[in-house]
C-alpha cells in the first residue's frame, strides 16, 4: 500500500435479478477477483441485489473495509462503492428525469438513476470526493433529437456536482457507465462544464481514429481505443446487431475514469497534484471454469500518482477532519497555484445543440401527454358505454366478459391518468427547469465573451 498512488476499478456488473444471465456465478467471480486484487477505490453498478453487494463486501473487506450500497428509486440505484480510507459522508443524486414510468422493459425510471458519491479522507490528498454514476440508457447516440434530451439532463446535473465538489477544495474522481461515446454531447458537457479530464485519453495521446474500411481488431479496439461494451469478444454481446459507431471501433467506450484538481483558493504551488500513469481495460477475459464473460461490459482501471513537492511546504486545499493544517508539513499559503484547475465553460454551440434536444423532447412529451389524456377520455367513454349496455344483455354467461372488459378499460384509463397528467406535467416542468438554466447560463457566457472583447485593444 502506497499514499502517493491511488488504484481505481469500475465495472458495470449487470446483476438484474431474475433477468441477467448467470448472475450469481458472475457475482462470485468478480467478487474473487476483486479480493486478489490492490485497488484503493471500486465503483460498481447494477448492483442492485443487497445479497450480492454483501457478498462481494465480505470478499473485499480485507483491504477495503469501507463500503456503502446507495438507493434509490423503486428498485434501488445499483451503484456501490468501496474504499480503502474512511469515508468521511456518502450522498446520492437521483436525476431529474430517467426515462418514463410506463417504459416497463427499460426500467430506467424504477431504479432511479442518480449520481452517488462518498468523501473519503486521504493522508495526502486530504478529502477526495469520488462520483459513481449510471445515465439514461435508451436514446443511443445516433437516435432523434428527443431521446436524447434525458441522458443530457443527467449529463448537466452531474456535471454541477462535480464542479460544486472541487470548489469546495476536494479532489474529484468521477467513474462509471455514462453509456455515451466519448465524442457525444453528454461527455462534452461533463467534461467542460465539471473541468474533469479523461484519465484515458491523458493515458493514451495521439491515438489515431480507426478508418471505416479497416476497423482495429477486437483486440485492439480494447487496449487502444478503451472499447468496454458491445466488444465481439464479450460472450453477451457477440453477435449483437451494432450502430455505425460501434462497428467502426468494434464496439463502444462507454465506461470511464474523469479526474479533476480542486479549484478552489486558499491553494498555493505546493499543492499534490493528482496524475494518472496508467488506464487499461480490464475482465475481458471468460469466467474460469465457463463459457461466459464477467459481465456485459468489460472493467477499467485507472493508477494514479500522487506527486508532492519535495522541498517546503505541503499545502491540503480541503484538509480532512483532525488533518494538521499549521504544522511543518501542512501550512496554507497566500499565493496562487499555478497548477489550479482552471475554471472550463461549455461552449455555447454546444449549450445551443442542447436546448434543441431538449426542447425537442419539450414538444414531445406534451404531445405524448395530450394522446395518454385522449386514451382516459376514450376509456372513460367506453366504461359508460359497457355499464349502460349491460342492461340490455341478460344473459348471464356475457356477464364474466364484460366484467373483464370493464376491470381492462378501467385499469388502462387509471395509467393513462397517471401517465399523462402526473408523469407528463413531471417531465414538462422539469425540462422547463433545465431549458430556463442553460438559457440563462449561455446567456452568461455571451456576455462574458462580449466584455472581454470590449477590453481587448
Given at each position: ?11 458495470n ?28 477505490v471500486?465503483t ?67 431504479v432511479?438513476?442518480?449520481?452517488a ?53 476536494r ?28 484519465a484515458?485519453?491523458?493515458t ?51 465506461d ?60 491540503i ?20 497555484n ?9 461552449s ?54 364484460f ?18 397528467f ?13 431549458i430556463?438554466e ?20
Amino acid at each position: 500500500m502506497s499514499d502517493t498512488r491511488l488504484r481505481l476499478l469500475t465495472l458495470n456488473c449487470w446483476g438484474l435479478k431474475y433477468v441477467s444471465k448467470h448472475r450469481k456465478e458472475r457475482v462470485a467471480a468478480i467478487a474473487d477477483v476483486l479480493a486478489a486484487s490492490d485497488y484503493d477505490v471500486i465503483t460498481l453498478q447494477e448492483l442492485w441485489v443487497f445479497a450480492d453487494f454483501e457478498y462481494v463486501r465480505a470478499a473485499v473487506s480485507k483491504r477495503l473495509p469501507y463500503a456503502k450500497f446507495f438507493y434509490s428509486g423503486a428498485l434501488g440505484a445499483g451503484l456501490v462503492i468501496f474504499s480503502r480510507f474512511p469515508i468521511l459522508a456518502a450522498t446520492i443524486h437521483p436525476y431529474s428525469l430517467n426515462g418514463s414510468p410506463i417504459d416497463v422493459v427499460a426500467g430506467d425510471w424504477f431504479v432511479g438513476k442518480a449520481a452517488a458519491s462518498i468523501l473519503f479522507a486521504h493522508p495526502v490528498l486530504g478529502q477526495v470526493q469520488v462520483y459513481n454514476t449510471h445515465l439514461f440508457a435508451k436514446g443511443g447516440d445516433e437516435g432523434a433529437e428527443y431521446q436524447k434530451a434525458h441522458r443530457l439532463v443527467n449529463a448537466w446535473e452531474f456535471a454541477k456536482l462535480a464542479r460544486q465538489s472541487a470548489e469546495l477544495g476536494r479532489y474529484v474522481i468521477a467513474a462509471g457507465d455514462f453509456n455515451s461515446v466519448p465524442t457525444s454531447l453528454p461527455m462534452s458537457i461533463i467534461r467542460d462544464h465539471a473541468g474533469l479530464t479523461d484519465a484515458w485519453v491523458v493515458t493514451h495521446p495521439n491515438t489515431p481514429d480507426p478508418s471505416p474500411s479497416s476497423p482495429p481488431s477486437p483486440q485492439d479496439a480494447i487496449r487502444t481505443h478503451g472499447v468496454t461494451a458491445d466488444s465481439p469478444l464479450n460472450s453477451y454481446s457477440a453477435g449483437k446487431p451494432l450502430e455505425p459507431l460501434a462497428r467502426k471501433f468494434q464496439g463502444k467506450r462507454l465506461d470511464y475514469v474523469f479526474f479533476r484538481q480542486p479549484s478552489c483558493p486558499p491553494a498555493s504551488a505546493h499543492t499534490p497534484i493528482l496524475r494518472p500513469i496508467d488506464t487499461r481495460v480490464v475482465l475481458t477475459e471468460r469466467v474460469p471454469g465457463s463459457a461466459f464473460s464477467f459481465s456485459d461490459h468489460f472493467g477499467l482501471e485507472a493508477t494514479f500518482a500522487i506527486d508532492v513537492p519535495q522541498s517546503g511546504d505541503v499545502h491540503i486545499p480541503a484538509p480532512a477532519p483532525g488533518q494538521p493544517t499549521h504544522d511543518p508539513s501542512y501550512v496554507l499559503a497566500s499565493v496562487s497555484n499555478p497548477q489550479l484547475a482552471l475554471a472550463k465553460d461549455v461552449s455555447p454551440e454546444a449549450i445551443t445543440q442542447t436546448l434543441l434536444s431538449l426542447t425537442a423532447r419539450y414538444r414531445y412529451a406534451q404531445a405524448q401527454g395530450r394522446t395518454q389524456l385522449t386514451i382516459f377520455a376514450v376509456c372513460i367513454a367506453l366504461l359508460l358505454a359497457v355499464i349502460v349496455g349491460s342492461a340490455w344483455f341478460p344473459r348471464a354467461w356475457i356477464n364474466p366478459i364484460f366484467m373483464v372488459v370493464t376491470i381492462a378499460l378501467a385499469w388502462l384509463a387509471t395509467t393513462m391518468l397517471y401517465i399523462g397528467f402526473v408523469y407528463g406535467n413531471w417531465e414538462v416542468n422539469a425540462l422547463t427547469n433545465i431549458i430556463e438554466e442553460l438559457e440563462l447560463y449561455r446567456s452568461a457566457l455571451e456576455e462574458q465573451r462580449r466584455s472581454r472583447g470590449s477590453r481587448s485593444p
